[in-house]
């Protein structure tokens, strides 16, 4: 209870927190440094001269004023809608070349300038946030131009051996203000004297280092075999994956140890201490994918994997996986310092334009000479891991549709990959260096975060099956799918990232996803939706509740049969649910009138297309609020006899009497013929049909049977048994035994045992129960051949044993025991046509 209570609580802070962020009064907005703003940088977007750096930062500055316009258009919100109302209720304001009176006039008129003047702030800031989106969209749009011609740029090529040099150049360059650089720090008056003061921190950060790089990953290893032997089996595998986290961790904090060690002796200057940070970055990269790869392509079967391979391609898909990482690393981090520093070292400060074109080819066919191996590097590694996944296909032995769908994403991964080694190193060697760059070295970031991606849903999966201490099927349950969908979709942002996006576009489409998107008038966000699904959730719960009350509390202790405490509970939850959803749509400030059209056109589409749902679904509304049938009544209908289940809103399930289910739409217990056996009494007619030989004395055998009927306890004497002469048949005197039932339960029951009575008391008595019999004729018998064989003398019949010390004694209730359900009414159609034993 406290915990629902702690919920609720939380809940109702999380609808109040908007609203009182709302209330909150800002500051005035000072529109002229807006204009100014504004005019600075629609003059830049004309100009299209200044850096990237320099657009980033005043389209950073230009979101923040559109936030504040957005949030200013709301001012004086609540004033504006009462001035509304007030005009509202002067009533229509007359039409062209109508008066009204003088004083609704004119207080019409004050009403309208005061809605003007409320009006205005929020117009101006509309106006301004409309500018403001104007010219961030032409911002991105030249950003993104830029990023084009980059990456179409023509590059010299690096298969041509002319360009080879520039390589060089670039690395001797680059080396020379390295060694420049550390020769200065050297020939300073006492270049170790910070290293002297600071040795024994530098000494122990050296040692901590060491320690972690070396033994941290082995400690981690031993650890995971010690707890592996001590948990339960599902135990192990979560904590297997949590302790080989620390396989990450120690390694790349030994790392930034080392590195924070070797530029505390302060013996590096800022290109030393840039490219020592790289080097890290590249190591730490190394290590994170050694256990990314451990977790995709385990080295034993305690782990799940994600891929059927074995051993020895799973020790190959590891070597593949580290080495792309490592060379994703030199062309990112590492790449990023040549490039930056490459340019600056060989930078000679010309000041002419062909010395400056001069530079600039030079500069393109160094980093692309320098930058093609990696790609085909990078290539032959991708191929082979593209034809890695292909294996999988073919070790693949499940045949279930999950995994045909699955098995069919990663044919096309393994396809791509190659696809991608083939056409990345072909631009590369043509000259479009850039664009090479921008194919292959984003494909295997993209395979590092699907990677990851998979390793954290095995994890949660895992987690799922030791939370709920399921077995291995509840990996195949609807949680692990919905938090792997999840996981895709929270993956969307940074793959966006990887292949080019800027996170300024990122944010960009969350603050329009966040401002909501107009549907037939209406604005869908998410603050709406999110004010819509909690409210609804709410008041469902609420329902549920009450609906528990009635069925646990109240309705119990009342009369009320239990098919009529099913339909008060069925109607509260109905009535709960539209209340429900009426309450959250008004207070999430949906406006249905403007989708009055669409509303028109969907009861158009039930009144056609719906029509048998909607027809079963009030039909079944009538059975509830009736009651005709409830459940546990006995039913014929449509040629169907059975026990009432259930009772929903489109149909009923009945329980035949061989223990199948029939599911019947509700419209046919409506409009159909429906005989219920056990509504309102138990009483139940039986017609048991007799025949005698001809020649029986008739009032013998009336009185004979009038006697066995009577004898049965469950035969009721107001009305009388009776016993009908029904006719000469064919082959016997035809009688009848109609009797009524106090328990129409008992109806085979009693049958049979007044089947038994009657045979025994008609052997007694002499009467004959014939036979049909049927005479041949032989038209031709001189055709037969043979002798005809002469007959066997009948036997003597036996002497029927003497029953006549056997006096016939009552059948007791008790003597039927009880009936099973559905037993009573399964003959019953076959009395009379199937008609009869229904009369009450």
Known sequence: MIL??????????????PVLAQAQTSAPLDYAAWDKLASRAETMVQDDSAAEAAFDDIRNTLTDWRAKFQQAESTNATQISTVKAQIDALG??????????????????????????????????????SRADSIIANIDRLLRARQTDKLMRLTPSPLNPINWPAGIKVLSGLGG???????????????????????????????????????????????????????????????????????????????????????????????WTEFLMAVGAVVSAFFAAIWLAGRVFPRNDRQSAPFTLQP????????????????????????DWVVKRGEAALDTGATTSEAVDSVGKLLDAGFGVLAFPLQVLAAILLFRFGQLLRRHLRNETSASEESAFRDRLVGLLGNTLIVVSVIAPVLGGIGYVNAANALIWPTIMTLGLIALVLVLHLFLTDLYVFITRRNDEGRESLTPTLIGFLLGLAALPFAALIWGARSSDLL??????????????????????????????????VTRLLQGALKASLLPKTKIDK???????????????????????????????????VAGALSVGVGFGLQTIVQNFVSGIILLIERPISEGDWIEVGGQMGVVKAISVRSTRIETFDRTEVIVPNADLIAGQVTN?????????????????????????????????????????????????????????????????????????????????????????????????RDVWLRNPEVLQGATAKPEPEPEPETAPDMA?????????????????????????????????GDR
């Open 677 to 773: 056996w056990t509504r309102g009494n138990l009483t139940g007619r039986l017609i048991l049909p007799v025949g005698v030989a001809y020649g029986t004395d008739t009032r013998k055998v009336e009185e004979i049977l009038l006697e066995i009927a009577k004898n049965q306890s469950l035969v009721m004497m107001n009305p009388e048994p009776t016993v009908i002469f029904n006719g000469f048949g064919a082959d016997s005197l035809d009688f009848e035994v109609r009797v009524i039932l106090s328990d129409v339960n008992f109806i085979m029951r009693v049958k049979s045992e007044m089947n038994h009575e009657i045979n025994q008391r008609f052997t007694e008595a002499g009467i004959e129960i014939p036979f049909a019999q």
């Open 508 to 541: 960009e489409l969350w603050t329009r996803f966040r401002n909501g998107m107009s549907l037939g008038g209406v604005t869908i966000s998410p603050g709406v939706f999110l004010t819509f699904a909690i409210i609804f959730v709410i008041g469902l719960m």
């Open 312 to 335: 020895e391609r799973r020790r190959e898909g590891r070597l593949l996986t580290v080495s792309l990482a490592v060379l994703a690393a030199m062309q990112g981090p590492f790449g």
């Open 177 to 271: 203000a390295l060694a420049s650089e550390m020769r200065a720090q050297l020939e300073k008056p006492d270049p170790y004297a910070t290293a002297r003061d600071r040795a024994p921190v530098i000494v122990g950060l050296l040692l901590v280092a060491l320690v972690l790089v070396a033994r941290g990953r082995r400690w981690i290893m031993k650890l995971a075999d010690l707890i592996e032997k001590r948990l339960a089996w599902r135990t192990q595998r979560v904590t297997d994956f949590l302790v080989s986290i620390g396989q990450i961790t120690l390694p790349i904090v030994g790392v930034t140890l080392l590195v924070t060690a070797l530029i505390q002796t302060a013996l590096f200057g800022t290109r």
């Open 805 to 837: 010390d056997k006096t016939p004694h009552p059948v007791t209730r008790e003597d039927l025991g009880t009936p099973q359900p559905g037993e009573g009414m399964e003959g019953v159609q076959q009395q009379d046509g199937g008609s009869d034993g």
């Open 4 to 17: 629902r209570v702690t919920r609720l609580l939380l809940l109702v802070l999380a609808l109040a927190l």
């Open 92 to 129: 229509p304001a007359p039409k062209e070349g109508e008066t009204e009176d003088q004083a609704i006039a004119e207080r019409r008129k004050a009403l309208n300038d005061q809605l003007a003047q409320l009006q205005a702030p929020g117009i101006r800031a509309t106006e301004a946030a």
């Open 563 to 597: 098919g009529g405490q099913n339909a008060i509970i069925s109607g509260v939850g109905y009535m709960g649910i539209f209340l429900a959803a009426v309450i959250s749509i008004s207070a999430a400030g949906i406006d249905l009138s403007s989708l009055a059209i």
